[in-house]
């Protein structure tokens, strides 16, 4: 039988959205938010010829830089002041995490509540600092090594050029926390999302041109357009996957009435950890891989240029190395967002228990366990999903494209972000049904 919640928003209709005027608020600031981003890319840094820059990126687009630009909606193939997007602050997330599980003082942070969690975005934006200023030097070296590119090649303007990449990564940590707080998703990943969502229309249009000239088979386009409405049914599919187990309440009495004993669900995602392992994946590959790329322009030694080749997209290093992330990010991130022992715990203080486990320990491995084999199932899922779109359109030699890696994070971020308005709108009904009533709290005349 549905819930109440479920029967809400079943109901939802135009005239409830109309209503919510803190939705729609949230909504407006969101979509501001976003076009002063997208305005931020077209901004350039100072000191670069665009002309040159644009000729050398157009010979190194189809590697790695291809990719990162696509995360960056664009803003690489322009050099402008938000052409290292979030990725310096994503890989800075990484590390804090992967650090505080091995760190006795991180792990008590993390337990102090909002205190703590605050000090660790402060650790996180520090490090994202140190990251964003490495990258943004490692690329200032490379287009001075790039004939032409650089107007007056020199330390002032690797100073300059440090600062205000550094300053637009800064910016964009801000703009997603914004976001976060005061607008509707997550920042961050909406950010990411613009990004990837700007370069379609180039990417449909530069499909239909290679199918027009005839570089791209006709078959293997419709082929193209195919794997991607399969692979955007199968995430939807998998990411609304759940596994319920079954929660039992015994009878309880409360006074001198007798209530009886109720049923529920506990539900377990299938892919708990989301977008997050692609994501970070992607992140910890674009960060060497850039540097060394745009290093490998210049005069550089033959090992940069050995591994910008190896990390090229659709390389078996690359597959494998993806591949790795994505597994291991997978078990991670889920072991971060779900206890199997708190949750063992909640359920034992309210009285719950799965049939046939006993309560406690005993409930916290069987949870432990049905997680486990659902995330390897998501973690397969998400591996097949980034992967197998990329070998095959490496192999179309196709230098733009929405790949696997693309539609997860657009279906997942839009999934998420409809849930959230969802969610509002709930809100909003259960506050006119309270009114309706009178049950706020407000006296009868």
């Given at each position: 039988?549905?819930?109440?919640?479920?029967?809400?928003?079943?109901?939802?209709?135009?005239?409830?959205?109309?209503?919510?005027?803190?939705?729609?608020?949230?909504?407006?600031?969101?979509?501001?938010?976003?076009?002063?981003?997208?305005?931020?890319?077209?901004?350039?840094?100072?000191?670069?010829?665009?002309?040159?820059?644009?000729?050398?990126?157009?010979?190194?687009?189809?590697?790695?830089?291809?990719?990162?630009?696509?995360?960056?909606?664009?803003?690489?193939?322009?050099?402008?002041?938000?052409?290292?997007?979030?990725?310096?602050?994503?890989?800075?997330?990484?590390?804090?995490?992967?650090?505080?599980?091995?760190?006795?003082?991180?792990?008590?942070?993390?337990?102090?509540?909002?205190?703590?969690?605050?000090?660790?975005?402060?650790?996180?934006?520090?490090?994202?600092?140190?990251?964003?200023?490495?990258?943004?030097?490692?690329?200032?070296?490379?287009?001075?090594?790039?004939?032409?590119?650089?107007?007056?090649?020199?330390?002032?303007?690797?100073?300059?050029?440090?600062?205000?990449?550094?300053?637009?990564?800064?910016?964009?940590?801000?703009?997603?926390?914004?976001?976060?707080?005061?607008?509707?998703?997550?920042?961050?990943?909406?950010?990411?999302?613009?990004?990837?969502?700007?370069?379609?229309?180039?990417?449909?249009?530069?499909?239909?041109?290679?199918?027009?000239?005839?570089?791209?088979?006709?078959?293997?386009?419709?082929?193209?357009?195919?794997?991607?409405?399969?692979?955007?049914?199968?995430?939807?599919?998998?990411?609304?996957?759940?596994?319920?187990?079954?929660?039992?309440?015994?009878?309880?009495?409360?006074?001198?009435?007798?209530?009886?004993?109720?049923?529920?669900?506990?539900p377990l995602k299938l892919n708990t950890s989301g977008v997050i392992?692609?994501?970070?994946?992607?992140?910890?590959?674009?960060?060497?891989?850039?540097?060394?790329?745009?290093?490998?322009?210049?005069?550089?030694?033959?090992?940069?240029?050995?591994?910008?080749?190896?990390?090229?997209?659709?390389?078996?290093?690359?597959?494998?190395?993806?591949?790795?992330?994505?597994?291991?990010?997978?078990?991670?991130?889920?072991?971060?967002?779900?206890?199997?022992?708190?949750?063992?715990?909640?359920?034992?203080?309210?009285?719950?228990?799965?049939?046939?486990?006993?309560?406690?320990?005993?409930?916290?491995?069987?949870?432990?366990?049905?997680?486990?084999?659902?995330?390897?199932?998501?973690?397969?899922?998400?591996?097949?999903?980034?992967l197998i779109p990329e070998v095959l359109f490496s192999q179309l030699?196709?230098?733009?494209?929405?790949?696997?890696?693309?539609?997860?994070?657009?279906?997942?971020?839009?999934?998420?972000?409809?849930?959230?308005?969802?969610?509002?709108?709930?809100?909003?009904?259960?506050?006119?049904?309270?009114?309706?009533?009178?049950?706020?709290?407000?006296?009868?005349?």
């Amino acid at each position: 039988m549905a819930s109440a919640a479920e029967q809400l928003a079943r109901n939802l209709s135009f005239s409830t959205f109309s209503k919510a005027k803190a939705l729609q608020q949230r909504i407006l600031f969101t979509l501001g938010a976003l076009l002063v981003y997208r305005l931020g890319t077209f901004i350039p840094v100072p000191g670069i010829d665009p002309d040159a820059f644009r000729a050398t990126f157009e010979q190194s687009q189809q590697g790695i830089i291809g990719m990162f630009n696509m995360f960056a909606g664009g803003a690489v193939e322009r050099m402008a002041i938000f052409a290292l997007n979030l990725i310096p602050y994503i890989t800075a997330s990484i590390v804090v995490q992967v650090v505080s599980t091995a760190s006795p003082r991180l792990e008590a942070l993390k337990k102090e509540g909002e205190a703590g969690r605050r000090k660790m975005n402060q650790y996180t934006r520090y490090l994202a600092v140190l990251f964003c200023a490495v990258q943004a030097y490692g690329i200032a070296v490379g287009l001075e090594g790039s004939q032409g590119v650089v107007l007056n090649p020199g330390w002032f303007f690797r100073i300059s050029t440090v600062i205000t990449l550094v300053g637009g990564t800064m910016f964009l940590m801000w703009l997603g926390e914004q976001i976060t707080a005061r607008g509707v998703g997550n920042g961050i990943s909406l950010i990411i999302f613009a990004g990837i969502v700007a370069n379609l229309p180039a990417t449909v249009a530069q499909t239909l041109e290679l199918a027009r000239t005839g570089a791209l088979p006709a078959l293997a386009g419709l082929g193209m357009l195919v794997l991607a409405l399969v692979v955007i049914a199968v995430i939807v599919f998998f990411e609304r996957a759940q596994r319920r187990l079954l929660i039992q309440y015994p009878k309880r009495q409360v006074g001198n009435k007798m209530f009886q004993g109720d049923t529920s669900h506990l539900p377990l995602k299938l892919n708990t950890s989301g977008v997050i392992p692609v994501i970070f994946g992607s992140s910890l590959l674009l960060l060497p891989a850039t540097i060394a790329s745009f290093a490998a322009q210049g005069n550089a030694p033959g090992w940069l240029t050995t591994v910008t080749a190896l990390l090229g997209r659709g390389q078996p290093l690359y597959l494998a190395l993806f591949a790795a992330f994505i597994i291991f990010f997978a078990f991670f991130y889920t072991a971060i967002v779900f206890n199997p022992t708190e949750t063992a715990d909640n359920l034992k203080r309210s009285g719950g228990f799965i049939p046939g486990i006993r309560p406690g320990e005993r409930t916290a491995q069987h949870i432990d366990y049905v997680l486990t084999r659902i995330t390897v199932v998501g973690a397969i899922y998400l591996t097949i999903v980034a992967l197998i779109p990329e070998v095959l359109f490496s192999q179309l030699a196709v230098s733009q494209f929405i790949g696997g890696t693309s539609l997860l994070i657009m279906v997942t971020v839009t999934l998420d972000t409809i849930t959230q308005i969802q969610s509002h709108l709930v809100a909003q009904q259960y506050e006119g049904l309270l009114k309706k009533s009178r049950l706020g709290g407000g006296k009868r005349r």
